[in-house]
């Protein structure tokens, strides 16, 4: 199973940008990089996903670098509803996900 | 969109009881996973099942056991419950083809007393 590291927490002003880090030297070429959060007793949520290339979607964007050993996660207006911690995992197959222990977001309004 | 549904949300045991946790997978997906995750912690994965056949074994104790059925629920099986069990337990459904990405149910409290 391949490792990812994350910072422990971070905070970010109310309706600034925040950019979520994550490091994975050990990927391999055909893992996929997912992003996940978790609000407090909730489910884990899906965030985005992405390969190779930078993404987009409704909820963020995933910056992936050129040598894929690390990825950045964009929230690009935080909101006090994007406090959760925030897990970056790998994937190859469709086995188990090792959540690691992920980055606590705290929103300060 | 139909999400995964997990029932009961909640559930209060005693020791030395037994407990059935049920999900129910988004509709085409081929591939159910059952997470534990304690109080503080972070998810950890306890087994998973595809086309009703099980495909990965994590951190499931011999005292749990777990499987699918022709509809493609999914039921995880607890006996001789112990304080430790204490829990959130989730269940999660995906394809089993790429990007993988699993989709996850609100999970079941489970106390046991």
């Known amino acids: 199973d391949a490792k990812t590291t994350q910072p422990n927490s971070m905070e970010s002003n109310e309706e600034e940008p925040v950019h979520l880090p994550c490091n994975h030297s050990t990927i391999s070429g055909t893992d996929y990089i997912h992003w996940y959060r978790q609000l407090p007793s909730q489910g884990p949520e899906y965030v985005i996903h992405?390969?190779?290339s930078n993404v987009n979607n409704r909820m963020a964007s995933l910056a992936i670098a050129e040598d894929r050993k690390s990825s950045t996660l964009i929230l690009h207006r935080a909101t006090l509803r994007d406090a959760a911690v925030y897990y970056c995992i790998l994937l190859n197959t469709g086995n188990q996900f090792y959540f690691g222990t992920g980055t606590s977001l705290t929103v300060i309004p | 969109a139909a999400g995964v549904i997990q029932s009961p949300r909640h559930l209060i045991k005693e020791k030395r009881e037994t407990a059935t946790l049920k999900c129910y997978p988004i509709?085409?997906?081929?591939?159910v996973y059952w997470y534990q995750q304690g109080p503080g912690q972070d998810p950890q994965f306890l087994i998973s099942?595809?086309?009703?056949?099980?495909?990965d074994k994590g951190s499931i104790p011999d005292r749990f056991s777990a499987q699918q059925f022709s509809d493609y629920h999914s039921e995880l099986n607890m006996s001789s419950l112990e304080l430790g069990d204490s829990a959130l337990y989730f269940c999660?459904?995906?394809?089993?083809?790429?990007?993988?990405?699993?989709?996850f149910g609100p999970g079941t409290r489970l106390t046991v007393t």
């Open positions: 509709p085409r997906h081929d591939t």
């Open positions: 099942f595809y086309e009703k056949m099980q495909s």
């Open positions: 999660a459904s995906s394809f089993s083809g790429p990007p993988y990405e699993q989709y």
């Open positions: 992405g390969l190779t």
